[in-house]
């Protein structure tokens, strides 16, 4: 690698070379990060341009990132119209500097362990500024001597810089923690009493569970057919409809019970997802969207929702087999550029973990539910993710799924905040349909037609029927919420109040 820059380490700053830092490894990360724009999400979270012991590395960093945040190529040729004007780059050669750093194409292999280094070195920085100011302090006889004043102002001064290097995850004072209850509290008040967190679009399971709130992990589960794609997609739709529906009445994104969301598809195309949608929006089934048995009038409700939809912020990432990194990776990204506020994953058993050879995929399950957890926690939203059930279900006759039934892993129980079974009666009762006897049938053999009455009677009492089984729930009670599900739009629905009767009039 060409000569790095040492401008800071100029004759008329002797005091600074004493200063923990290492350029190279600087002039390296920066280097690497030109070379593959992909390492900055590694990086970022952690790791600010002030970090940087030579401001001039710290300019290039910050340049790099305004630039991949606005998803435009960050290297020698595109950075160089920022830099013709830097004083500084000019003493180091000019703009010619930056291809230089890209000089070893082997930093990036090690972009992360420069990048871990520098945030260390910059934290050993800050204690000597702490240490040289307390040094300075206790010398100075000039003014007052208050040594205890001056020991907890070097109290506060080092307890910054624990909270600078605990950056990933550090305690809270309780007034902050009771300053977020509070402001869940009245977010819950001001929806009418039953929304603390975001819509699901269920009033019955917003009443049940409050909403999907920041940082959990909210698993919902059910064996194939019992629509837990459909359910997933509704929230996710529901969560991004109401962000729109309060930006339209002044309510501050902060306080809005929606958000942004992303909707990591393993399973389904964008396409496919987009039909389902719409038919979900405009009332008309998936099958004759697909077939274009559709009337005019059909086509109008159809135009009128897609134009509906065009400004939902709702976005879809159907790239097949992800891996559990690079779907937080993903994930980040669209954090910081759309200000995504719900995770949706569809589904669990789709993602791959790491892909270290002696791994089972018991481990891996465990590796992918444990890094969704650390995801919502990470990204401070909910992670809706989607969960296939063992086969063990089938095996018993009442079929309602059970916690035991999480497939592969007792881990996904362990991780999650909150976990939801899906079950519907009719799809069941509907496997054993008894077939329905001719007139002449009807009449030479009553048993069968007795058998297809009683079943009949049976599949009228529970078509559209579907439980959402409360089987976890960190926040509160458990139980069981009753929904509609109409399987031609695929929509679940809050259920009828079967309690309530119109008054009668004479």
Known sequence: ????????????????????????????????????NRLVEDVQLKLRPEHFFEPLHGRIYESILRMTDNNRVANPVTLRPLFDADEAMKEVGGPAYL???????????????????????????????????????????????????????????????????????????????????????????????HLSGFTTGLNSMNSKIGGMHKSDLVIVAGRPGMGKSALGTNMAVACAQRFLRDAEDGIAPEKSAGAPVVLFSLEMSADQLATRILAEQSGITSENLRTGRITQHEFRDLARAAAELQSLPLYIDDTPGLTIAALRTRARRLKRQKGIGMVV??????????????????????????????????????????????????????????????????????????????????????????????????????????????????????????????????????????????????????????????????
């Open 345 to 506: 994953v569809d589904y669990l058993q789709l993602l791959q973990g790491t892909g270290r050879g002696n791994d089972n995929r018991v481990q891996e399950i465990s590796e992918i539910s444990r890094g969704l957890k650390q995801l919502a926690k990470e990204l401070d939203v909910p992670v809706i993710g989607l969960s296939q059930l063992s086969r063990a279900v089938e095996q018993r006759e009442d079929k309602r799924p059970q916690l035991s039934d999480l497939r592969e892993s007792g881990s996904i129980e362990q991780d999650a905040d909150i976990v939801l079974f899906i079950y519907r009666e009719d799809y069941y009762v509907k496997g054993v349909e008894v077939e329905m006897p001719t007139p002449e049938e009807a009449v030479s053999n009553p048993d069968k037609a007795a058998k297809y009455s009683d079943w009949k009677q049976k599949f009228d009492d529970v078509a559209g029927k579907a439980e959402v089984i409360v089987a976890k729930q960190r926040h509160g009670s458990t139980g069981i919420v009753r929904v509609r599900f109409d399987g031609r739009i695929t929509k679940f629905s809050d259920a009828a109040d079967e309690g309530y009767l119109p008054e009668m009039r004479d």
């Open 99 to 193: 291809a230089q750093l890209t000089g070893s194409g082997a930093a990036v292999i090690g972009a992360r362990d420069f990048a871990a280094q520098i945030y260390d070195l910059a934290l050993l920085r800050a204690l000597v500024g702490v240490g040289r100011d307390l040094v300075e302090g206790a010398l100075d006889t000039s003014e007052v001597i208050a040594p205890l004043e001056q020991i907890e102002k070097a109290e506060t001064e080092l307890y910054k810089v624990a909270e600078e290097g605990g950056v990933e995850g550090k305690a809270k004072s309780f007034a902050d923690a009771s300053k977020l209850a509070l402001e869940m509290a009245e977010r819950a008040l001001n929806s009418g009493g």
């Open 1 to 36: 690698m060409a000569e790095v820059v040492r401008i800071a380490e100029s004759a008329s700053e002797p005091a600074l070379q004493a200063l923990p830092q290492n350029i190279e490894a600087e002039a390296a990360l920066l280097g690497a990060l030109m070379i593959d």
